[in-house]
């Protein structure tokens, strides 16, 4: 599936992992995980598979309009499904701590 980035840090990170530093380990390594997964997804409904992505559309206000995928119990990668020309497409907003710490 066709991705782009709502935010040139986050092309940064994933192209030559410029600022992995402000992330532990493990969120980056799941971060890039996760692209590649959008990157391999043929349709949304790819995004759902396995299970545990637990890809979910948010509801709260902040997120509207907006879905998440899980990158380890704490943080979570917030994408939107766009439409363009050529379909629908995910953008990649931001990497967020989703809860405490």
Do not use: C
Not at 63 to 78: E, F
């Amino acid at each position: 599936m066709h991705f782009d980035f709502a935010d040139t840090r986050l092309e940064s990170l994933y192209t030559q992992r410029k600022g992995a530093e402000r992330y532990p380990a493990e969120v980056i390594e799941a971060f890039l995980k996760r692209v590649r997964h959008i990157e391999a997804a043929s349709n949304e409904a790819d995004l759902r598979v396995p299970k545990s992505v637990h890809f979910e559309k948010l509801l709260s206000k902040k997120y509207a309009g907006k879905h998440s995928m899980r990158l380890n119990q704490q943080w979570r990668l917030i994408l939107s499904i766009e439409q363009d020309g050529d379909g629908k497409f995910v953008r990649i907003h931001e990497i967020t701590k989703h809860y405490g710490d």
